[in-house]
């Protein structure tokens, strides 16, 4: 089973990290899609790689962009997507994918480690095992889904749609909150992530926008949840 690792990139410093994390996964049955989104810094970084990897470069739209592009042109039967300023951990890709085949999960997060600039590890975040309904009430307050640590059916995004490309900073809460209403997430508590944070982070920058844009996910799913929680 084909797993495709897609990692959105605009100008990074650290995309080089990133692809050799991917590349150096124990499970080899990947392709790794690097969707450039129209950078013009640190592209260089990625020559090295090109003969491994699928380079794909298109004009600035934002990750959902990028992401939607590498999912059109992933050829895998699962998706995971790495920032390219995180990196996975070389048994990332088989520990997830055999829980995942060993309770039939469509789509599943795990633990990760938080690192500074220099690769050093500042803290570890755990999540916890939660049934549907009581993630759907934890999603109506904040994500507590890192997406560098996802792993997804991609016929499941399709069946749900694409990422919201009008969200510039939360597409991935937002995403988590669609899926829900397909399938349960299932947690694995294993840390297989490393992310990065850093001045340059999206999460640092742009800090109102992201607390706006959650708001608007909030209330429109508050509805739909009430919908689904009915149901079972």
């Not at 997804?152 to 749900?160: G, H, N, P, R, T």
């Not at 809460?173 to 899926?179: D, G, S």
């Amino acid at each position: 089973m084909k797993v495709s690792i897609i990692i959105p990139f605009y100008n990074c410093a650290y995309i080089d990290q990133a692809i050799q994390s991917a590349l150096r996964q124990t499970y080899k049955d990947i392709e790794v899609i690097v969707v450039d989104d129209g950078s013009t810094q640190y592209v260089e970084k990625i020559q090295p790689f090109k003969n491994r990897i699928k380079y794909i470069r298109k004009s600035n739209g934002g990750t959902a962009s990028a992401l939607n592009e590498g999912l059109r042109q992933a050829t895998g039967k699962y998706f995971a997507w790495l920032s390219s300023d995180d990196m996975f951990l070389e048994s990332k890709i088989a520990r997830q994918l055999a829980y995942m085949n060993s309770i039939g999960s469509k789509v599943s997060y795990t633990a990760f480690k938080t690192i500074d600039i220099n690769n050093k590890v500042v803290n570890e975040i755990h999540s916890r095992r939660m049934n549907r309904d009581a993630f759907q009430r934890v999603l109506l307050k904040a994500c507590p889904v890192n997406g560098c640590t996802v792993m997804a059916e991609i016929d499941l995004i399709k069946q749900a749609g694409w990422f919201d490309e009008r969200l510039k900073y939360t597409q991935d809460y937002e995403m988590w909150c669609r899926l829900s209403l397909y399938t349960k997430m299932h947690y694995l508590d294993e840390v297989l992530v490393l992310y990065r944070v850093h001045a340059r982070m999206g999460s640092a920058k742009h800090g109102a926008g992201m607390v706006k844009e959650s708001q608007h996910i909030q209330r429109k799913y508050q509805n739909f949840f009430k919908v689904v929680r009915k149901k079972y």
